[in-house]
Structure formats: C-alpha cells, structure tokens
C-alpha cells in the first residue's frame, strides 16, 4: 500500500497508526501542505479535492479521507466491533472528531504554526476556542464513563480522536484541566504496536517530486 501525507497532519497521522497496528507494510509519499503540494495537478489526479491522506491500494483503487481508511483497514480487526449498536457508537464519535473536534484544534493548530497574518488569525483563535473547549468537555464526560471513547476496549474512534487531542498544546489549549482525557491519552500510547506522532511508520518513505518523476518514467518507458 502507499500512504499519500505528511508527518504533521493529524489525519495522516491516524491512518499511520492504524496501519503500524495491524502490522501493514506501506511505503510513504510524502505531501507537504505548506508547499501546496496536495493541490498540484499530479495529486489531484488520485484526489480531487486536494487532501491528505490518499490511501493507494495494491490494486491501484484508492481511498480518501481518513475516516473511510480508518473503517476500510479495521475490517476483521478487534478494532472494529462486529456488533451493530456498537458500531454506531464507534461512527458517532468518527463522526465527532471530523465535524466538532477537528475543525476546532486542527485550524487552531494549523493557524499558529502554519499560517501567515498574526493579527487575523488570532482573532479568528478566539472564535475557535470555545469550540475547542466544547468538544475536549464532551470528550472528558464520555471518557468518565468509558476506558475508551466508544467502548471499554480500544476502537478506530480512539484512533481518529487521539492525533490533535494529543497535540492541543500546539493548538493553544491546555489540557491541564481534562485528566480523563490525559488519562485516555496514557492508555492509547500504552497499547501494544503503538506509534508515536512524528515518526514515521512506512517501510519506505519518498519524496512528492521523486514519486512522479518516477511514475513519469515509468509511463515513458511503457
């Protein structure tokens, strides 16, 4: 498999661990956002709308956003219940992250290590917070009741939340005041196979140019 991000997105992120847990060998393409590199010609053609991560099969069939990589991979895996309530609860937190959580601390994060204009974006840091802070509580509530965010037993929402809950500081927010959450974070890197952010999972990583420059050859030479 080729795993289309880079090591600073959240969303990559998720997908690596995944893959790193059930032992699945993937080579790495690197996508570098601050390069724009997800919008270039050459990547659009395996996702149109620009984003990372972009999961290419060994077929050459490709999956987009990280939610539908996260379900894709878990089939058959302890990671994904077989029962069908469960499954839901496991789907309402996926579906959490991508619309509450992700959209809060992923742009704040984004804003204060990536984005140019201080002044705008702090403003605009000030709108997200409270938004931020919503879903941390509602994440702090869930995890009093649960070892996991869906389930007493680890499962791909615990996955798909971890990344940018695990680097809110980078977003601004302090993390002082959730230690369910804190806790949470401990058993999620205590499991077994577990990789930390930052490091990279493939078994070969390349660079965006050197991967087209070699499919361009690749074409000529057919």
Sequence with gaps: MTLFGNLESGNVHKV????????????????SQPKGEPTRAEYLKINPIGKVPSLMLEDGDIITESGAILFYLAQGSKLWPGDRRA???????????????????????YLILFAEGPQRNNERLEELKPRAERA??????????WK??????????DYALYPY?????????????Y????????????????????????????????????KRAGVAAD
């Design 16 to 31: 690596q661990m995944l893959l790193h847990r059930l032992e699945i060998p993937f080579r790495r393409v690197d996508v």
């Design 87 to 109: 499954q839901a609860e496991v789907l309402r937190w996926m579906f959490f992250e991508q619309y509450s959580h992700e959209p809060a601390l992923a742009v704040m994060r």
């Design 136 to 145: 941390l509580g509602a994440m702090e509530h869930q995890l009093k009741m």
């Design 165 to 177: 809950t695990a680097w809110a500081h980078e977003a601004g927010v302090d993390l002082e005041n």
């Design 148 to 157: 996991f965010i869906a389930a007493e037993t680890i499962t791909i929402a």
């Design 179 to 214: 230690a369910t959450i804190r806790r949470w974070l401990l058993q999620i890197e205590s499991e077994s196979r577990f990789l930390p952010l930052m490091q990279d999972g493939a078994a070969e990583t390349i660079g965006f140019a050197e991967h087209f420059a070699q």
